[in-house]
């Protein structure tokens, strides 16, 4: 066994001993002709001994030889051998640990010597470490990468995936080998990776673009599905790759933020319900859609929460987005399939209802009303909320988008200011109440122009003592000096005005231009007490006191010489806040005056709470009085009422001396009308104070100081 083992071990040297000897042997035994040849006479030559000395000789040679081979030869083999040996070694080893980052097959190439046929063996032997090394690159490569590379053949059958399917997956490589790589996509996308790899395999296929990637839901070992952006190459025709290439690059994260930020810029964050831009949308997509042709309606409620400001002044925003997100989840509850519910700013919210006629939709509308019936509960805290709802509808069908939405939703915005204005709760938008046209617009545009240029202007009415006819005090009234169409009433433009933000702006001029000539009437040493119109948005507003304080202070005039005249419709609208509001006005020395008295519907015992010091009789009851004895009654029944409640009164609208002599015979306070003078520009009044003159005068005597303006 030994034997044998030195045999294998040594057996090409042994091979070439035998035949060294064999050659030393036949170069003996020739060598005693050549002896001959040479001049050596034939019986030495041929002599036993000599012949015997020359074949051990040329064995001894043969021998010799040998080892000479068995050195040189031996060495490089043993070095080739070596060398093979031990990239062999490396290469099994970085495979079974699927590292191919450590080492270099470069560090192995054996130095070539010379050019005999070991050292083209040298030479291949390197050209080998070359391919190999190149391999090494590939491999390390395909590891390190974070995508998912994989050969696949024509049948979709995986031949070899790279390691990161482990990162990537969760899948040993092991797992996947073998088996057809459809098998670990989502149902919906495998037409889409046929189709791409149709594509790739074609014979017409061109070069891979950006378009030859598809995004697919592949499985996760462990965490349901990946989304992967993957993109198919054919490399069949390449003798080093020979198979499809499938790259897999994991996007998963980022659709997800994708699909987080497209979801945060349609939907509100407070409440998770779409915001205004998603509901425009789907609100043009509704009324584009329409049933086999068919146009089919369209209802959009527009909600809006009363007095929601008052929650977050008193008890904090944080209240208030509770309270926002309750309401949300109540409407939720009560939306159709097919209903879409958006929050679209502040405590406004919108509801897209496909399907419903005008009364199905108010009845709808009605039923979110009824959701408020019960109070929200807020730690502990009983919020009793209510709402005011607009309700708009429209015919849907294949042209019914474009800005249609944007009307609907105008339309839904003007029924529900409406409501909120009557106190009903829900209204049905009725083209007869839509003040909201263009001309509304530009006219809303101009006056905001006008008043920045100081194109509005205030006329003055003397309010008269019917006692002793000296002045009482002036009504302010605003008029807009229009660039084009002249000097305006203010009926031209207050009742579009009242019912936006630009009604505050206008009552700022207005509260300032009237202190500022109460100031320049003090400076000529007259002090007139003057009463300005206030709109029911200022008793809404908790600020409004320190404004007025404010104006009073710039202007240098004591606010006993205000009077701020508000309506009993203004004042019912919000009884709690206005009763704070009043308060406060009075408690800084304004004076306060109930306008157009007998018109609204203020109680008795509310009206002894306000801090109020003048009822104003309306100009409607005073005109009639002297024809009517109900209105006579009424006039006289407001003026007792206002005595025993310690109030001054005021008649308006007086424009004839039996009318002013009848109020004087009531014992009424003080008149305003045309029968004393109509309202006229400052300067026309200043003469008038200058005079000194009392009012009591006939029709015939009015003096007019000023256009022959409708008095507000």
């Given at each position: ?68 081979a068995r050195t040189v030869i031996g060495r490089r083999l043993r070095l080739l051998a070596r060398q093979m040996t031990r990239v062999g070694s490396e290469l ?96 919906d996308d495998r037409a889409a990776l046929a189709s791409l790899m149709e594509m790739r395999t074609a014979p017409s296929a061109a070069t891979p673009s950006d ?333 409004f006191p320190d404004r007025v304080e404010a104006a009073l202070r710039a202007n240098d005039v004591p606010a006993r010489l205000l009077r701020l005249e508000l ?146």
């Amino acid at each position: 066994m030994p034997g044998r083992r030195w045999l294998r071990r040594h057996g090409a040297f042994v091979d070439l001993a035998g035949g060294m000897i064999a050659l030393g042997l036949v170069v003996g035994a020739t060598f005693p002709f050549f002896a001959v040849m040479m001049g050596v006479p034939s019986p030495f030559a041929f002599n036993r001994r000599f012949w015997g000395a020359c074949l051990g000789a040329g064995v001894l040679l043969g021998l010799a030889n040998w080892a000479l081979a068995r050195t040189v030869i031996g060495r490089r083999l043993r070095l080739l051998a070596r060398q093979m040996t031990r990239v062999g070694s490396e290469l099994r080893s970085a495979s079974a640990r699927a590292d191919w980052s450590s080492g270099s097959p470069h560090d192995h190439r054996i130095a070539v010597e010379s050019g005999d046929d070991l050292g083209r063996t040298a030479s291949a032997f390197n050209d080998l470490l070359a391919a190999v090394e190149t391999e090494h690159r590939f491999r390390s490569l395909v590891q390190a990468a974070s995508d998912v590379i994989c050969l696949i053949d024509v049948d979709g059958v995986v031949t070899f995936v790279s390691e990161s399917i482990a990162t990537v997956l969760g899948w040993d490589p092991e797992q996947v080998l073998g088996r057809n790589i459809a098998n670990g996509v989502h149902d919906d996308d495998r037409a889409a990776l046929a189709s791409l790899m149709e594509m790739r395999t074609a014979p017409s296929a061109a070069t891979p673009s950006d378009t030859d990637v598809v995004t697919l839901r592949v499985r996760h070992a462990t965490y349901g599905w990946r989304r992967l952006e993957v993109s198919v190459s054919d490399r069949r025709n390449d003798p080093q790759v020979g198979a499809l290439v499938v790259t897999g690059r994991d996007i998963t994260d980022r659709y997800e933020l994708q699909q987080r930020l497209v979801h945060q810029a349609a939907h509100d964050g407070l409440t998770g319900l779409p915001n205004r831009a998603e509901l425009l949308t789907q609100g043009r997509r509704l009324l584009q859609t329409g049933d086999a042709g068919e146009r089919s309606p369209l209802a959009v409620v527009m909600m809006d929460l009363d007095r929601f400001k008052e929650i977050n002044d008193t008890l904090g925003h944080a209240y208030g987005d509770r309270l926002l997100t309750q309401v949300a989840i109540r409407l939720q509850a009560l939306m159709r399939h097919g209903d879409i519910l958006a929050r679209i700013g502040g405590d406004e919210f919108a509801v897209l209802m496909p399907g419903l006629e005008r009364a199905v939709a108010a009845a709808a509308a009605r039923r979110l009303l009824a959701a408020f019936d019960e109070s929200f509960v807020i730690d502990g805290l009983d919020l009793n909320v209510e709402a005011s709802l607009g309700v708009a509808v429209a015919d849907r069908g294949p042209d019914g988008g474009g800005d249609g939405i944007n009307a609907l939703l105008r339309e839904a915005d003007i029924a529900m200011y409406t409501a909120k204005d009557l106190k009903t709760g829900v209204e049905i938008y009725d083209p007869e109440i839509d003040t909201h046209n263009r001309s509304r617009l530009v006219l809303l545009s101009e006056l905001r122009r006008g008043m920045a240029n100081g194109e509005l202007e205030l006329h003055y009415q003397p309010k008269i003592s019917l006692d002793t006819g000296k002045l009482a005090g002036v009504e302010a009234l605003v008029r807009w000096r229009h660039p084009s169409r002249g000097l305006l009433a203010p009926d031209a433009f207050l009742p579009v005005v009242e019912h936006t933000g630009l009604i505050d702006t206008l009552t700022a001029v207005v509260l300032d231009l009237a202190l500022a000539q109460t100031r320049a009437w003090l400076n000529e040493g007259h002090a007139v007490q003057m009463a300005v119109n206030l709109s029911a948005r200022c008793l809404h507003q908790l600020d409004f006191p320190d404004r007025v304080e404010a104006a009073l202070r710039a202007n240098d005039v004591p606010a006993r010489l205000l009077r701020l005249e508000l309506t009993e419709s203004a004042l019912m609208a919000d009884p709690g806040k206005a009763l704070t509001i009043l308060q406060r006005l009075h408690d800084g020395g304004v004076t306060l005056s109930i306008d157009d008295f007998g018109t609204g519907y203020s109680s008795m015992s509310y009206l002894k709470r306000l801090p109020v010091d003048e009822l104003k009789v309306d100009r409607s009851f005073v005109n009639g009085m002297t024809t009517s004895a109900e209105d006579a009654a009424l006039v006289r029944s407001v003026v007792d009422l206002g005595h025993n409640l310690g109030l001054d009164v005021v008649a308006e609208g007086i424009e004839d001396s039996m009318t002013n002599r009848a109020l004087a015979e009531l014992r009424c306070d003080v008149g305003q009308g045309y029968h004393f003078a109509r309202p006229g520009p400052a300067v026309d009044l200043s003469v008038w104070l200058a005079g000194g003159e009392t009012a009591h005068r006939s029709p015939d005597e009015v003096e007019d100081l000023g256009p022959a303006a409708v008095e507000r």
